[in-house]
Nanobody, 124 residues
Framework: VQLQASGGGLVQAGGSLRLSCAASGSPLSRYAMGWWRQAPGKEREFVAAISWTGSNTYYPDSVKGRFTISRDNGKNTVYLQMNSLKPEDTAVYYC??????????????????WGQGTQVTVSS
């Protein structure tokens, strides 16, 4: 599966952005999906994940209540709605696909396919 992330940009603190991840080459419904981010000089960080059915979602405490992951398997697309953005959310955001029976949503090594990333910059 090929993944194409989009929707990044420059926003002021407190603002919102919605990222999209479009899949091609294979039905998205076969995969659990996640969003990760990486800021300069930092390790890649888990942001959100959603099960292949869409019935379960997972977030770290740093974004819980502000970010929402969703999926539309009919459109082969996963979304990340980001509200109340903070300067510390600035990073390149990546979408990634894992097997439908992924063992852990929180491990980057579980994700087999990665998109190219989209830059999110939050100004203070």
């Amino acid at each position: 599966v090929q993944l194409q992330a989009s929707g990044g940009g420059l926003v002021q603190a407190g603002g919102s952005l919605r990222l999209s991840c479009a899949a091609s080459g294979s039905p998205l419904s076969r995969y659990a999906m996640g969003w990760w981010r990486q800021a300069p000089g930092k390790e890649r960080e888990f942001v959100a994940a959603i099960s292949w059915t869409g019935s379960n979602t997972y977030y770290p405490d740093s974004v819980k209540g502000r970010f929402t992951i969703s999926r539309d398997n009919g459109k082969n697309t996963v979304y990340l709605q980001m509200n109340s953005l903070k300067p510390e959310d600035t990073a390149v955001y990546y979408c990634a696909a894992a097997a439908w029976n992924v063992r852990s949503y929180y491990l980057s090594s579980e994700y087999e396919y990665w998109g190219q990333g989209t830059q999110v910059t939050v100004s203070s």
